[in-house]
């Protein structure tokens, strides 16, 4: 049996199995409570009536057993059992314990009960007084002058067995009512619990609701923010290389013409310097625009991109060697997801390069019903888990994941390297 079988609850249900369950356990314990009272007030009962019917019937059976007037005390006999549901059977017993009188209830008054019996003997007192003869000496030569007393004799025994069965009749039925009681409690603190409940899970459900609505258009901002960013960096990269690059090669190209025209000396050294610094800024222009917006994710998709990428950070000798590679058909996918990996990845490269200290790194791409997965590992220092939420390079990846309802997985350690598994939904109209 699975222990988290609660998980597929609703709200509503679980508010009110938080509320019904322990109204249920004070219900039971209430229920037993009063049961087991009932019951000991049974057996008290049972442990005062038994004993002091049993002496009292003795007592008043004391002239029926010396005078064998066994009718008269088997009426009443009868009579006490008409009288009081609770005794079973009355016996009187000699006193060697054979049965004298028997007198019993209605067949099955038992109901099949625990039945108890209790004794109390049958005593015969003899009062005596020492008589005085003409002599003036007593007639009993043992007795002393002016002796009296009284002798005690037991005769026989009086065996009431009492039956619990009227006495819980009664006390079943103030149960019943004290359940009555406790169950029209019950139901009213369910009721109670279920309106609470209903309330309450209208209002989670509205929060919920809210978060829900909060959340997405957080997610709607970033991807704004984020397309907007990168808008902006295609339309200034776009502007260097229209505008800035061309002017420098127009530079560059007047300057050569200048040295070609001009003879061995000042001027021309300083026109090939001049061509020479235009190239430097020409060829820094060019990296910008990579940089702001790569060419290659237009001309070769994200796969060929990321590639290029990869092969770039192998080739620059920082002591890491990076391997990649990819598996799916990218080259539909939708520009703003594309663009968001290619950054994400960048991210994670130049962080390895940055602090992983690591000798080994892989990228993974995988594209296929409907999801984009990107597997980034190294084998380097790792860091502090609980650094995950203050890194700023970090929170931009989680950010541009959560702007497309993805998840990201980090899993590191000091010294255990560091590996990140993300999923991003891919529209399939975008495939």
Same mark, same amino acid.
Not at 383 to 397: C, R, V
């Given at each position: 049996m699975r222990l988290d079988f609660w998980r597929r609850w609703s709200v509503r249900t679980r508010l009110m199995a938080m509320t019904a369950m322990p109204l249920a356990y004070l219900f039971c314990t209430f229920v037993w409570y009063a049961h087991q009272s009932r019951l000991t007030e049974v057996r008290e009962e049972m442990a005062e009536r038994g004993p002091l019917v049993a002496k009292v019937l003795a007592d008043s059976s004391e002239f029926g057993v010396l005078a064998h007037r066994y009718d008269d005390l088997k009426l009443t006999i009868n009579g006490l059992l008409r009288s009081d549901p609770s005794i079973d059977r009355i016996e009187v017993l000699d006193a060697q314990?054979?049965?004298?009188?028997?007198?019993?209830?209605?067949?099955?008054?038992?109901?099949?009960?625990?039945?108890?019996?209790?004794?109390?003997?049958?005593?015969?007192?003899?009062?005596?007084?020492?008589?005085?003869?003409?002599?003036?000496k007593p007639y009993q030569k043992d007795r002393a002058p002016g002796a009296s007393g009284v002798t005690v004799e037991t005769m026989g025994y009086v065996?009431?067995?009492?039956?619990?069965?009227?006495?819980?009749?009664?006390?079943?039925?103030?149960?019943?009512? &004290?359940?009555?009681?406790?169950?029209?409690?019950? +139901?009213?603190? @369910?009721? =109670?619990?279920? /309106?609470?409940?209903?309330? *309450?899970?209208?209002?989670?459900?509205?929060?919920?609701?809210a978060l829900r609505e909060a959340d997405a258009e957080k997610r709607r901002l970033i991807r704004q923010v984020n397309t907007a960013v990168e808008d902006e960096r295609k339309s200034i990269a776009l &502007?260097?290389?229209?505008?800035?690059?061309?002017? +420098?090669?127009? @530079?560059? =190209?007047?300057? /050569?013409?200048?040295?070609? *025209?001009?003879?061995?000396?000042?001027?021309?050294?300083?026109?090939?310097?001049?061509?020479?610094?235009?190239?430097?800024?020409?060829?820094?222009?060019?990296?910008?625009?990579?940089?702001?917006?790569?060419?290659?994710?237009?001309?070769?998709?994200?796969?060929?991109?990321?590639?290029?990428?990869?092969?770039?950070?192998d080739s620059a000798r920082s002591g890491c060697r990076f391997d990649f590679s990819a598996s799916g058909h990218f080259s539909g996918m939708e520009g703003d997801i594309a663009i968001s990996a290619y950054r994400i990845v960048q991210e994670a490269l130049s962080n390895i390069v940055?602090?992983?200290?690591?000798?080994?790194?892989?990228?993974?791409?995988?594209?296929?019903?409907?999801?984009?997965?990107?597997?980034?590992?190294?084998?380097?220092?790792?860091?502090?888990?609980?650094?995950?939420?203050?890194?700023?390079?970090?929170?931009?990846?989680?950010?541009?994941?959560a702007a497309f309802d993805g998840h990201i997985v980090i899993d590191t350690g000091l010294t255990a390297g560091t590996r990140l598994n993300i999923t991003i939904a891919v529209p399939q109209n975008s495939l």
């Open positions: 314990r054979r049965e004298l009188v028997h007198a019993a209830a209605r067949a099955g008054s038992g109901g099949g009960a625990e039945l108890r019996y209790y004794e109390a003997p049958i005593l015969k007192r003899l009062m005596w007084v020492a008589m005085l003869g003409p002599d003036g065996r009431v067995t009492m039956s619990p069965s009227a006495l819980l009749l009664k006390q079943t039925r103030r149960f019943y009512v &004290e359940l009555l009681v406790g169950s029209i409690g019950l +139901l009213v603190c @369910v009721l =109670l619990a279920w /309106q609470l409940a209903r309330g *309450l899970d209208a209002s989670l459900n509205a929060s919920l609701q &502007e260097i290389h229209d505008e800035l690059n061309a002017t +420098l090669i127009a @530079v560059r =190209l007047e300057a /050569q013409q200048i040295a070609n *025209l001009s003879a061995e000396g000042e001027v021309r050294d300083k026109a090939q310097a001049i061509g020479k610094l235009t190239l430097g800024l020409y060829n820094s222009g060019r990296s910008l625009v990579r940089r702001l917006r790569p060419e290659v994710l237009d001309m070769l998709g994200l796969d060929g991109a990321v590639e290029e990428m990869v092969r770039h950070y940055k602090h992983a200290r690591a000798t080994h790194a892989s990228v993974d791409l995988s594209l296929g019903q409907g999801e984009l997965r990107m597997r980034i590992a190294d084998n380097g220092a790792g860091f502090d888990p609980a650094q995950a939420s203050t890194g700023i390079g970090l929170i931009g990846m989680r950010e541009r994941v």
